[in-house]
């Protein structure tokens, strides 16, 4: 595990577009695992100024989305269908048809979906690239504490914490969707790489668990640890109760100098 401690939210993105764009041109096939939500925000803007500049092709790269709400149709400006449309599809070249996604209007056969889409993901290779958020409640995705380390895409109630967490962007709260369709914890520790963004003191207990506590389905994000390629991207805010920053600081000079190619 890398952790990559930086000043602030435009620095956090500002590093993690450095090694997306990376990752893409080194792959220009690459399979991207994306993630909506007010963190990627800014990685999505640098994305899309190097996409402008002519530096970042997304023509042959495919995407697998982590989640979508229960019941909002891809047109409701608070799915995340809709997210990504405005955040970053409507503004680069990757084709439409290999952006994916979870539906969230489907009805009945949730199983057999969710089935699908894990099976799409593995048609493409599998995800080389998950970037995520992490919920104030340690979720990944929208995999809730107590969710099972091994879960696969699923149909997943929404717990309370996150329901609150977002329901100011919804009229009211009986607007805002209690599922979600999510990829599973099993499903993320099956990328190939993480790349897991933070900022905000907020966010700063969860990290502390995710990256210094120990492995619980009480804290999804602690799954990670099982992850042999994980960078956690962070802020001085987010990283305020990790207990061993001097250290981080340290592996991340030794990592520069013996081993650059994991920092690229
Ligand atoms: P945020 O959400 O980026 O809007 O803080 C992160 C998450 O809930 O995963």
Redesign the pocket.
């Known amino acids: 595990m890398l952790v990559v401690l930086k000043k602030d939210y435009d620095d956090v993105s500002r590093e993690a577009a450095r090694i997306v764009a990376g990752a893409i041109r080194a792959k220009p096939h690459i399979v991207l695992g994306l993630?909506t939500?007010?963190?990627?925000q800014g990685l999505y803007k640098e994305l899309i100024a190097f996409y402008h500049e002519g530096s970042l092709d997304f023509s042959r790269a495919t995407s697998f989305n982590l989640d979508e709400y229960l019941g909002l149709a891809p047109t409701h400006p608070q799915s995340f269908h809709y997210f990504m449309e405005q955040n970053l599809f409507s503004s680069v070249n990757l084709p439409r048809e290999r952006a994916h996604v979870p539906d969230g209007t489907i009805a009945g056969n949730y199983e057999d979906y969710c089935e699908r889409y894990e099976q799409s993901i593995k048609s493409a290779g599998g995800i080389d690239l998950q970037i995520l958020?992490?919920?104030r409640n340690g979720?990944?995705g929208f995999n809730e504490p107590t969710s099972s380390l091994a879960s696969r895409t699923r149909l997943k109630a929404l717990s309370r914490e996150?329901i609150e967490?977002n329901r100011h962007v919804f009229a009211n709260e009986s607007e805002m969707p209690k599922c979600a369709i999510t990829m599973g914890i099993g499903t993320i520790l099956d990328s190939k790489r993480v790349l897991i963004l933070a900022a905000g003191r907020s966010k700063a207990a969860a990290v502390a668990k995710a990256i210094e506590g120990p492995i619980t389905s009480s804290v999804s994000a602690s799954a990670l640890q099982l992850h042999p390629d994980v960078t956690f991207i962070i802020d001085e805010e987010a990283a305020y109760s990790l207990t061993q920053r001097d250290y981080y600081r340290h592996v991340l000079e030794m990592t520069k100098l013996f081993t650059p190619e994991r920092l690229s």
């Open positions: 993630a939500g007010s963190t990627p958020g992490i919920g979720h990944i996150t967490d």
